[in-house]
Structures are given as structure tokens and as C-alpha cells.
């Protein structure tokens, strides 16, 4: 059994109740909940929740809701232990895999989560993961001290940015992983895990309401050239 797992907590601070705020048409959740309904990769998909409004939501877009306890939706909780939980509850110790999906991820494509379940089973990791390259060298990235710059890498200032190794960030969609790995709480950015490249155009973290507009941009643009 493969299971889809969307944590969606009702306390979000920065966006009030984003997980279900209408973008670009729809509740932000629905996006995640669609896309793991059209990837054919899951026989169930949980929403796993504290917020009575957010279960409704996502149970009228067809997910199945798990009651999340208190103690596993404040501001400080990680994601792991909430995907644990749900598996323990669940009873899905034995399943194939659990996929987290972010409720937060509109562009989060059912192609990608295809090919990250698949990547999963072939390359026998722990996690795998959509990640996307940085646009800039991170190897010339520079900071800023009392007004004063220097770089991270100093030794790096005159290498050419053609000669430095390409480095990549997690792209907050989501996460396919093995119930052993979630329940022991590996740690997913490590040597026992994978990604799956997503082009940059697709990525676009939503933090706050400028976030928020950007993306609603974005999504308006990829979906009027058919890239989504």
C-alpha cells in the first residue's frame, strides 16, 4: 500500500489560514490533494489536521481526514514526527511508501510525484525528495557584518562560476519516504536519500503575502503557456 499524508495545521501566523485560502481559484490545499489524486500512485490520501474548517475543505476534494493532537500542530512542531504519528495511527507500519505532500505546494506536479515514487523503490533511499537548483553559485554568495561584506567562500572569489559544482535546495513540495525511515526519523537531508529535479520555474516558497502574489503570478503565467 502507498499512502499520501498532507499535514495541514489551522495555525498558520504569517498567512491566516492559508492552507485553505482561495489561490488562484481554489483552496490552497485542494492543489495537493489533486495532484496525489492524479498521480495513480496512492490507494489513500490523509489529510492530517487540528482544524475542524481544513478537514471539511479537504474532505470535499476527496481526502480522508486524520484528527491531529495538539501536542503535534503548534509553531514548533516538525514535519516528521507529524508524518510518525500518522503513520502509527494509521496502521501503515508495513505500507510501500508514505508520501508527505505539503498543503502549501500549488505547483506541485502528479509527473514528478510519479517519478519520485518510482526513483524511491529503484534506488532502495530511505527519502526522495523534489529539490531544484540555485539559480546563483552558492559558492559566491556573500554576507553582510555591521554594514561590511565578505563572502562565505572567500576562496572562491576568483573561480569561474562555469568551473563550480552546482548546488541544490529542497523545493518544500514533497517528500516520498519509507515507513522505517519516517518512523525512526531519519534525517531526510542526508546520504541515504534522492531527489527528483524540478525545473526552477516550478518552485516558489510562500511565507508571506508578497510570497503570495508572486506565486499567484507565477501559477497565472505557467498555466496560461501550459506548463501546469
Given amino acids: ?10 495555525g498558520s501566523k504569517r498567512i491566516p489560514r492559508k492552507n485553505i485560502k ?3 481559484g481554489k483552496p490552497m490545499i485542494a492543489y495537493s490533494i489533486e495532484a496525489a489524486q492524479k498521480s495513480g500512485c496512492f490507494e ?18 476527496g481526502a480522508d481526514i486524520l484528527n491531529r493532537p495538539k501536542e503535534l500542530a503548534d509553531d514548533f512542531t516538525p514535519t516528521i514526527p507529524v508524518i510518525a504519528h500518522a ?10 511508501s508514505v508520501c508527505c505532500i505539503y498543503a502549501t505546494a500549488p505547483f506541485v506536479q502528479a509527473k514528478f510525484i510519479k517519478e519520485a515514487q518510482k526513483k524511491l523503490f ?22 553582510l ?7 562565505f567562500y572567500p576562496e572562491h572569489f576568483k573561480t569561474r562560476s562555469q568551473d563550480l559544482e552546482e548546488a541544490y535546495h529542497d523545493a518544500g513540495q514533497f517528500y516520498f519516504g519509507t515507513p522505517q525511515a519516517w518512523l525512526e526519523e531519519k534525517v531526510i537531508f542526508d546520504k541515504h536519500s534522492t531527489i527528483i529535479k524540478l525545473p526552477r520555474y516550478l518552485v516558489q516558497d510562500i511565507d508571506n503575502l508578497e510570497d503570495w502574489k508572486k506565486a499567484e503570478l507565477m501559477y497565472k503565467v505557467l498555466e496560461n503557456e501550459n506548463l501546469i
Wanted: glycine residues 2%.
Fill in 1 to 10: 500500500m502507498n499512502i499520501a499524508i498532507i499535514p495541514a495545521r489551522g
Fill in 22 to 24: 482561495e489561490f488562484c
Fill in 44 to 61: 489513500k490520501i490523509v489529510v492530517s489536521t487540528d482544524d475542524e474548517s481544513i478537514a471539511k475543505i479537504a474532505s470535499s476534494f
Fill in 87 to 96: 503513520i502509527k495511527a494509521l496502521g501503515l507500519e508495513k505500507a510501500s
Fill in 122 to 143: 529503484t534506488c532502495k533511499a530511505s527519502y526522495c525528495f523534489s529539490a531544484t537548483s540555485f539559480a546563483y553559485p552558492i559558492q559566491r554568495a556573500i554576507k
Fill in 145 to 151: 557584518q555591521d554594514d561590511k561584506v565578505s563572502m
